[in-house]
């Protein structure tokens, strides 16, 4: 077994934040996480450094990304009408087709190295949406996958008359190290998912902890779930903030 495995993962819970900054933020340690594996490649194992692992949670100001495999016919708004919806656009090196992020709604990037969980990104996604049903599971809230589409879903059996959509997902890896994330809708204002096709996925909708339960929900407590369950999900160590 290789001993330099790493499962401390530095937990970052940043506030609201531009998204562009954030997206900075993230290629930086992205980038050095590939730096230390590629100077590894050229030493003997005993010397290797251990490579890092992050989880970020945080919100964004109004903005609407699009991956890198999605149509920009799916953005229903013109310049004009992001300035008037006080919203920012940006094409994105993720998969995925387009999304929206807003205050009230948990964005979580986790930049991992898997070589030191496991090298699966099927099962990387699999375990990020169990962690988003297990918090939905607490609240009374039943939720599951839908065959061929990525996310979490409300009204997911098949054959079901209403399927929305209360979490979406969009990565990018390298090296076996991850970037982007997830978007887990708890407060959202989802007027804001009606300027887009979300995820290019026209015949279902989008939903959020707040209009299924009728109220707001306490955004700290639900962080808090979710950030426990990707932590025993991945067995990660985690390291709070100073």
């Known amino acids: 077994m290789n001993f330099k495995l790493n499962k401390q993962t ?36 005993v010397s290797h450094k251990i490579t890092p692992n992050y989880l970020i949670f945080l919100e964004h100001p109004h903005v609407y990304t699009l991956g890198k495999s999605g149509s920009e016919s799916n953005l229903l ?25 807003g205050p009230g709604q948990i964005v979580g990037y986790p930049i991992l190295d898997l070589d030191n969980f496991f090298t699966d990104i099927h099962k990387y996604l699999r375990l990020l949406e169990e962690a988003v049903i297990l918090t939905l599971k607490d609240y ?11 996310g979490v879903w409300l009204d997911y059996e098949e054959g079901a008359t209403n399927p929305r959509k209360i979490c979406a997902l ?33 015949d279902k909708a989008v939903t959020s902890m707040e209009a299924e339960l009728g109220e707001k929900q306490d955004f700290s407590e639900v962080s808090s779930k979710l950030k426990q369950y990707i932590a025993e999900l991945f067995e990660m160590k985690l390291l709070e903030e100073i």
């Open 10 to 45: 530095q937990f970052l819970s940043l506030g609201m934040m531009d998204y562009k900054k954030a997206w900075d933020y993230q290629e930086e340690l992205f980038l050095k996480t590939i730096e230390i594996k590629t100077s590894n490649r050229k030493l003997e194992e």
């Open 77 to 101: 708004l013109d310049q004009n009408g992001l300035k008037e919806k006080e919203a920012t656009y940006y094409r994105i090196n993720r998969g995925g087709d387009i999304t929206y992020h």
């Open 140 to 150: 009374g809230i039943d939720s599951g996958r839908i065959k061929g589409l990525t």
């Open 170 to 202: 969009g990565v990018k890896s390298s090296r076996w190290v991850t970037m982007h994330g997830f978007a887990f809708n708890v407060n959202t204002n989802l007027d804001y998912f009606k300027n887009i096709i979300p995820c290019g996925i026209e």
